[in-house]
C-alpha cells in the first residue's frame, strides 16, 4: 500500500529544492517535452486526491496549498486512479487540464516557499554575552573589543551585525574600543538612550532600575539620543552626559575618563556619579550584601570613588557616613543605610 511521501516543511532548503525540481518538470512537459511514467506519475501524485483517504478526513499535511489544489482538482476532473503507460507528445486535454493545475499550485506554493526562505534567512539569531561574578572582555565579528562590567549582559542579531550597521543592546555597563568604519556605525541601545559611533572608545552605563543612564567618552566623537531620537549631546575626549530617567533631563560634565572605566581591569568597584539605587546594586554585585536604605532619598547622593573588592564594603560605608552622614547597621550579609 503506498503511503504519501512526508512533505518538506515549507521555507526550508528541501522544500525550495523540491519545487525547483516540480518547476523543471512543468517546463519540459509544457514546452512538448517528452517525460517518463516515472516523472508523469510524480505529476500525477501532486494533482490527484488520495482516494483511500477517509471521507472528512484531511490528509496528514500541514500544507494548506496542497488541500486546496485536490478538492479544486476532484470538484472538476475525474480521476479513476489508473496510470498512464505511454508517453505522447498529444496530451489529453484532462491531462493538459490537471497539469495547468499543477502549474498554478507550484506557483503559489512556489511564492510561499519563496517567501518562508526568506523569512527564514531573516528570522534573527541573537547572540548573549554576559558577564557574571567578573569582568569579562569580548572581541565582537567587527574587532571591536568590549568589556563587560558585573551583572551586565549585550545582545546582538549575529545575521545583521556589520552589514549596513553594527547594532547592540546593552543591559548593565560596558566599556567599547570600537573598531574604525566611517560607512557602517556603531549603535549601542541601552536603558532610554541610544549612543552611536563610528570608532572611538567609549563607556556606557544603563543598569536596570538604576535611574540615571551614563555615556563617557574616552576618545573619538560619541552621539547620544533619548528614546525618541532626540539629540542629546555630541560628545567627545573626556566629556560625559548623565540622562535622569525620572526627569527626563541630561547633563553634561568634564571627566577623567579613567574614573568612568577605571573598573574594565576588575581589581576595584569604581563608582562614577553613583547613586542609592547603584550603590546598592554593586554592594551586592560585589560584597554579595543586600542593601535597605530607610528616610534617605536617592537623589541626596552622588557618589565618585574606588574602593578595594576585599574588605566586604567598609570603605564605602564609612564614607558615605562622613560625607553624607549616612550611618550603617550590618547583620550579617544584610546591610541597613539611614539617617
Request: aromatic share 8%; glycine share 8%.
Amino acid at each position: 500500500m503506498e503511503k504519501e511521501s512526508k512533505q518538506p516543511k515549507l521555507g526550508t532548503p528541501e522544500a525550495k529544492r523540491e519545487l525547483d525540481a516540480l518547476h523543471k518538470l512543468m517546463r519540459r512537459y509544457t514546452a512538448g517535452g517528452d517525460l517518463t511514467a516515472e516523472e508523469l506519475h510524480l505529476l500525477d501524485k501532486v494533482a490527484v486526491s488520495d482516494e483511500r483517504t477517509s471521507p472528512g478526513k484531511e490528509p496528514e499535511t500541514k500544507n494548506a496549498g496542497r488541500r486546496i489544489l485536490r478538492r479544486v482538482y476532484a470538484a472538476t476532473v475525474p480521476h479513476d486512479g489508473r496510470q498512464t503507460a505511454a508517453v505522447r507528445k498529444i496530451r489529453p486535454v484532462s491531462r493538459l487540464y490537471r497539469y495547468g493545475v499543477v502549474a498554478t499550485f507550484l506557483l503559489l506554493v512556489g511564492v510561499s516557499a519563496v517567501i518562508g526562505f526568506r523569512a527564514l534567512e531573516r528570522t534573527p539569531q541573537l547572540v548573549e554575552l554576559a558577564a557574571l561574578q567578573e569582568v569579562e572582555e569580548f572581541t565582537l565579528p567587527d574587532g571591536s573589543r568590549i568589556y563587560l562590567n558585573r551583572g551586565s549582559k549585550l545582545t546582538y542579531d549575529d545575521r545583521t551585525f556589520n552589514d549596513e550597521r553594527r547594532e547592540i543592546r546593552l543591559s548593565g555597563e560596558a566599556f567599547f574600543e570600537v573598531a574604525k568604519n566611517p560607512a557602517k556605525p556603531f549603535i549601542v541601545y541601552g536603558g532610554q538612550t541610544q549612543t552611536t559611533v563610528r570608532g572611538t572608545s567609549f563607556n556606557v552605563k544603563v543598569y536596570p532600575g538604576v535611574r540615571e543612564n551614563v555615556i563617557s567618552v574616552r576618545d573619538g566623537r560619541v552621539e547620544v539620543k533619548n528614546a525618541e531620537h532626540e539629540v542629546l549631546a555630541v560628545l567627545t575626549r573626556n566629556r560625559q552626559i548623565t540622562w535622569d530617567t525620572a526627569t527626563q533631563t541630561a547633563r553634561q560634565d568634564s571627566i577623567d575618563w579613567q574614573r568612568a572605566a577605571g573598573w574594565k581591569d576588575g581589581r576595584m568597584l569604581v563608582l562614577n556619579h553613583a547613586g542609592l539605587d547603584e550603590i546598592k546594586l554593586k554592594m551586592e554585585q560585589c560584597y554579595g550584601v543586600s542593601m535597605t536604605i530607610d528616610r534617605i532619598t536617592d537623589g541626596q547622593v552622588s557618589f565618585y570613588g574606588s574602593y578595594p573588592l576585599d574588605d566586604g564594603g567598609a570603605a564605602l560605608l564609612k564614607e558615605l557616613s562622613c560625607i553624607y552622614g549616612i550611618h550603617s547597621k550590618r547583620q550579617d550579609n544584610r546591610i541597613e543605610l539611614y539617617r
